[in-house]
């Protein structure tokens, strides 16, 4: 097909707005207010001392312990600010155990504003490596979630054992876990002073 | 409004009307607060002879003499930290658990030695079972200085003196309300 001149100005828009649309998937965070926050696997948390985290020269994180007391989870704790959507998270991880897998769990826990309560736990997505696949990736998608930090406080649960059991050690790792959110109100997000 | 051009656009932010600044909603109270929390798993024992257990969020402090355990919060500059509430379970009839929040500063440039600063501490008191235990800051906030201080919760899982008590007192979170 010809194209004449006002054809040409038109593809040359498109191309413009395809280099606009390209450098904003690069920025996306300053032009659409998507959060990216990633963390090492040995960044998370043990949730009982009774668990022997070891490091993989990457941070990654696995598990030391044998089949003694206590609980074989690791906990990552997420900063999310209020009103933000929680779109997603992504882990990476290492399974080349035969007999343990690595499940996580992301999970949403509520208390009242201003008054004692005990926290109610409530998981938002689950995922889990199975079989012996090496270097495995899964996505941890909730329903729509919009965080309300003032009440609630979110984190993801790498589980690598049954409670009281033998984890797999290094054949089995938490390498990296990245959480994908949303900032709805770029521009007047914190309102103006009174 | 300032704008030359009388049909220019202008958004304004539908927020309702500032409350009293002691007001206290999950939703700011129009103020525009934020919090930051960190549960209980997120806090780091003084020493590694601090004993822990408990299911996310909550950790109890399970056996031992070590008692602390420790939160950093990362608040933007120039934040004033109105608030200070700890989310606990404390059923224990010896033993109370305390809060501390604290600031560790440090010449700006030099090799001086960090400086800790209680800035406000308080207790949970007899058996309430579930509980909130509030540091109110919001008549002279602290002001956040990233530029030479570190700010953090403290807890101590038991009384001055005392020794840990398992599952009779759990730390469940520590929530700040700042004003960015």
């Given at each position: 097909m010809r194209c004449n001149e006002p054809c040409k100005m038109t593809k040359a828009l498109l191309l413009a707005?395809?280099?606009?649309?390209?450098s904003a998937q690069a920025n996306a965070g300053v032009l659409y207010g998507t959060d990216y926050d990633s963390y090492n696997g040995r960044s998370g948390r043990p949730s009982d001392s009774l668990l022997s985290l070891g490091r993989d020269g990457n941070f990654g994180a696995y598990c030391q312990s044998g089949a003694s007391s206590g609980r074989r989870t690791v906990v990552y704790p997420f900063d999310i600010p209020d009103q933000f959507e929680v779109f997603s998270v992504r882990v990476w991880g290492i399974d080349d155990s035969a007999s343990n897998n690595l499940s996580y769990e992301l999970v949403k826990s509520c208390?009242?504003?201003?008054?004692?309560?005990?926290p109610v736990r409530t998981v938002?997505?689950?995922?889990?490596?199975?079989?012996?696949p090496g270097n495995f990736s899964q996505l941890l998608i909730p329903a729509e979630q919009?965080?309300?930090?003032s009440t609630c406080a979110y984190f993801l649960e790498a589980r690598f054992a049954p409670d009281n059991s033998a984890c797999a050690g290094f054949d089995l790792r938490s390498v990296r876990v990245r959480l994908l959110s949303n900032n709805p109100d770029v521009i007047f997000r914190n309102g103006f002073a009174p | 409004m300032g704008f030359d051009d009388p049909a220019q656009l202008v958004m304004v932010r539908d927020l309702p009307f500032p409350a009293d600044s002691d007001t206290r909603?999950?939703?700011?109270?129009?103020?525009?607060?934020?919090?930051q929390t960190r549960i209980g798993t997120a806090f780091q024992g003084r020493t590694?002879?601090?004993?822990?257990?408990?299911?996310a969020p909550s950790i109890?402090?399970?056996?031992?003499?070590?008692?602390?355990?420790t939160?950093?919060?990362?608040?933007?500059?120039?934040?004033a930290i109105k608030y200070v509430d700890m989310f606990a379970y404390d059923n224990s009839s010896s033993e109370e658990m305390l809060v501390f929040l604290l600031s560790v500063c440090q010449g700006t440039g030099g090799a001086d030695p960090p400086v800790s600063t209680i800035l406000a501490n308080s207790t949970t008191s007899g058996t309430p079972g579930d509980t909130v235990v509030t540091l109110n800051l919001s008549s002279a906030p602290v002001i956040v200085d990233r530029y030479t201080c570190r700010y953090m919760v403290r807890v101590n899982m038991a009384s001055p003196g005392g020794t840990c008590v398992g599952g009779s007192i759990f730390l469940d979170k520590v929530r700040m309300q700042y004003t960015p």
């Amino acid at each position: 097909m010809r194209c004449n001149e006002p054809c040409k100005m038109t593809k040359a828009l498109l191309l413009a707005a395809g280099f606009v649309l390209a450098s904003a998937q690069a920025n996306a965070g300053v032009l659409y207010g998507t959060d990216y926050d990633s963390y090492n696997g040995r960044s998370g948390r043990p949730s009982d001392s009774l668990l022997s985290l070891g490091r993989d020269g990457n941070f990654g994180a696995y598990c030391q312990s044998g089949a003694s007391s206590g609980r074989r989870t690791v906990v990552y704790p997420f900063d999310i600010p209020d009103q933000f959507e929680v779109f997603s998270v992504r882990v990476w991880g290492i399974d080349d155990s035969a007999s343990n897998n690595l499940s996580y769990e992301l999970v949403k826990s509520c208390q009242p504003f201003l008054s004692g309560g005990g926290p109610v736990r409530t998981v938002l997505a689950t995922a889990a490596s199975s079989g012996t696949p090496g270097n495995f990736s899964q996505l941890l998608i909730p329903a729509e979630q919009v965080a309300t930090s003032s009440t609630c406080a979110y984190f993801l649960e790498a589980r690598f054992a049954p409670d009281n059991s033998a984890c797999a050690g290094f054949d089995l790792r938490s390498v990296r876990v990245r959480l994908l959110s949303n900032n709805p109100d770029v521009i007047f997000r914190n309102g103006f002073a009174p | 409004m300032g704008f030359d051009d009388p049909a220019q656009l202008v958004m304004v932010r539908d927020l309702p009307f500032p409350a009293d600044s002691d007001t206290r909603a999950p939703d700011g109270a129009g103020l525009g607060d934020e919090w930051q929390t960190r549960i209980g798993t997120a806090f780091q024992g003084r020493t590694g002879a601090f004993n822990f257990g408990g299911q996310a969020p909550s950790i109890a402090c399970t056996s031992g003499t070590e008692r602390f355990a420790t939160a950093t919060f990362d608040l933007p500059a120039g934040a004033a930290i109105k608030y200070v509430d700890m989310f606990a379970y404390d059923n224990s009839s010896s033993e109370e658990m305390l809060v501390f929040l604290l600031s560790v500063c440090q010449g700006t440039g030099g090799a001086d030695p960090p400086v800790s600063t209680i800035l406000a501490n308080s207790t949970t008191s007899g058996t309430p079972g579930d509980t909130v235990v509030t540091l109110n800051l919001s008549s002279a906030p602290v002001i956040v200085d990233r530029y030479t201080c570190r700010y953090m919760v403290r807890v101590n899982m038991a009384s001055p003196g005392g020794t840990c008590v398992g599952g009779s007192i759990f730390l469940d979170k520590v929530r700040m309300q700042y004003t960015p």
